[in-house]
């Protein structure tokens, strides 16, 4: 399934449920859950559908369920995708909270799940969303429904009182000819130095993997790029991307967007000519998370070979102002280093 399938979402049912904040030692505050599934309008429906579009359709991640994890919501998510007619959510949905709630420790905000049952193109389609409310924004539960309104987390999201960090959706692979299981939206993910990129959500929560292993996808982007820079002949600009292309990808960030690199790196002349390389190298993924451990040792340098077999090497792998390419005509360049000279040796 594509990101851009999404917008066929026709949502059928909503279930909230808050989850509030506490700690590992207290346990006193409860979820506070829904007994049956919100009343929608179709002004309702349309909204979820679209805040869940534009959500996923940004920045998301390809995600597979992770065949040995302790989170229980790959099954739940399987079984209620794999029925029909579909099986009654208020309960499914509820163990999905209580897991939320088990397994949060007390650094993790209250939070609201907002559960979507819904189809695309007549497959069913399951959607879990986190959200994270001010603590001073109020959700209660109409006692005599015996529902949280879904009106009142719109209000919520509307007035920015909530802030949305996390999206999933989920679908049967057989139904849309997938390899993989859904995507995820999680704006907190983390670089880590010996676990690559963790997410509470994605990998504790969801019970998910991504798609690819982040190192090769990572590795694979750099070199793809690299070896498109290399086919520039205005050597002024070559040296340019490949400071771009070390500057982008040792940037403090979880993930690499490959349509963000294009708009803000490449000169327009040029972003055609990239997509049609990546194409021709099959390289196809967009936006997933970063992890930089198998192309450390390219990152933290930029060395520029003449053919007079002078050779500037900056070890920050960032040039910047440090030296000045200048086209001096007839495939000449002159390279301006200005500074100190801190060491002169043989």
Do not use: W
């Amino acid at each position: 399934m594509n990101k851009t399938d999404i917008s066929l979402m026709i949502i059928s049912k909503i279930i909230v449920h808050d989850v509030p904040k506490h700690s590992k030692e207290d346990t006193s505050p409860k979820v506070d859950y829904s007994d049956r599934e919100s009343n929608l309008t179709p002004d309702l429906k349309i909204f979820f559908k679209d805040k869940l579009t534009e959500i996923i359709s940004k920045r998301s991640f390809k995600v597979v369920f992770n065949p040995t994890t302790q989170s229980p919501v790959p099954e739940i998510i399987t079984h209620l995708n794999a029925r029909n007619p579909r099986v009654n959510m208020v309960h499914p949905s509820k163990e999905l909270a209580k897991y939320l709630y088990d397994i949060q420790k007390g650094n993790n905000p209250a939070g609201i799940v907002v559960a979507i049952e819904g189809t695309i193109r007549n497959n069913n389609v399951i959607s879990i969303m986190k959200l994270e409310r001010d603590e001073g924004a109020q959700l209660k539960k109409n006692q005599r429904s015996h529902f949280i309104d879904i009106v009142k987390v719109k209000d919520l999201m509307l007035t920015k009182k909530t802030k949305l960090y996390k999206a999933s959706i989920f679908f049967k692979r057989s139904d849309f000819n997938s390899d993989f299981d859904g995507y995820v939206t999680d704006n907190q993910i983390l670089p880590t130095s010996h676990l690559g990129v963790a997410s509470f959500f994605i990998h504790d929560y969801l019970g998910c993997n991504f798609y690819d292993d982040t190192r090769i996808s990572t590795k694979k982007f750099f070199e793809v790029t690299r070896d498109y820079i290399t086919t520039i002949e205005d050597p002024i600009k070559k040296a340019k991307y490949f400071e771009h292309l070390i500057s982008y990808a040792s940037m403090p960030r979880s993930y690499i967007d490959t349509k963000e690199f294009i708009r803000d790196y490449l000169e327009e002349d040029d972003r055609q000519h990239y997509e049609d390389f990546l194409e021709n190298r099959e390289f196809t993924l967009e936006y997933f998370a970063k992890d930089t451990e198998l192309i450390d040792t390219h990152i933290h340098k930029i060395m520029i070979d003449f053919e007079n077999d002078v050779q500037i090497i900056s070890k920050k792998g960032d040039l910047g102002n440090k030296v000045k390419l200048s086209d001096e005509g007839d495939g000449l360049t002159k390279a301006e280093v200005i500074s100190k000279i801190k060491q002169v040796s043989s």
